[in-house]
């Protein structure tokens, strides 16, 4: 989101150099800058301890691929948190190790994407309403089934990486 008029007052914004930013929104009533905002999504390979991956389907995302759980922060949220809400809010499953990997910016959508990988056990899955179908699929079927690799495809990345891992959660 681009400011052309401050949130807080609603006063017009003026262009103002910021250091090394350049010139930014900014609000005289206010005396502050209004950064440019854009949204930030989690998402998270998750393994069982079977060496197994979720995989769900999610048609609203792709009536072809699968995807690993993903969501949006929440205000005042922590990365963490947040993908600790979304698999728990998706699928129903409690983490027992988190660890992140990257971030990766989803041009398409105009995203900030923060990638995890993220163990648990192989418990049942309780889905909710926005998912359609989850499996637990053997690694080496994974890439059969999600988008295919591309600089935008952080799934990718977080397979790759927990595949090129020699200790898988460390």
């Not at 006063?11 to 949204?39: E, S, T, V, W």
């Not at 969501?71 to 983490?95: P, T």
Request: hydrophobic share 40%; aromatic share 12%.
């Amino acid at each position: 989101m681009v400011f052309k008029y401050c949130p807080v007052c609603g006063n017009k914004l003026i262009k103002k150099q910021a250091g090394d930013d350049g010139l930014i929104p900014f609000c005289k009533q206010c005396n502050c800058f209004r950064f440019n905002l854009f949204p930030v999504c989690v998402i998270a390979l998750i393994v069982n301890t079977h060496n197994e991956v979720l995989l769900l389907k999610q048609s609203y995302i792709s009536k072809e691929y699968s995807t690993f759980v993903a969501g949006y922060m929440q205000e005042g949220e922590s990365a963490e948190a947040a993908i600790n809400r979304e698999i728990k809010e998706e699928v129903g499953l409690d983490i027992s190790t988190l660890r992140y990997v990257t971030s990766l910016w989803f041009h398409l959508k105009q995203t900030l994407m923060l990638g995890f990988i993220a163990q648990t056990d192989k418990d049942n899955l309780v889905l909710s309403e926005e998912v359609d179908s989850a499996e637990w699929v053997p690694l080496e079927t994974v890439t059969d089934k999600i988008y295919p690799k591309h600089p935008d495809n952080i799934a990718y990345v977080l397979y790759e990486e927990y595949l090129n891992k020699t200790d898988k959660m460390e």
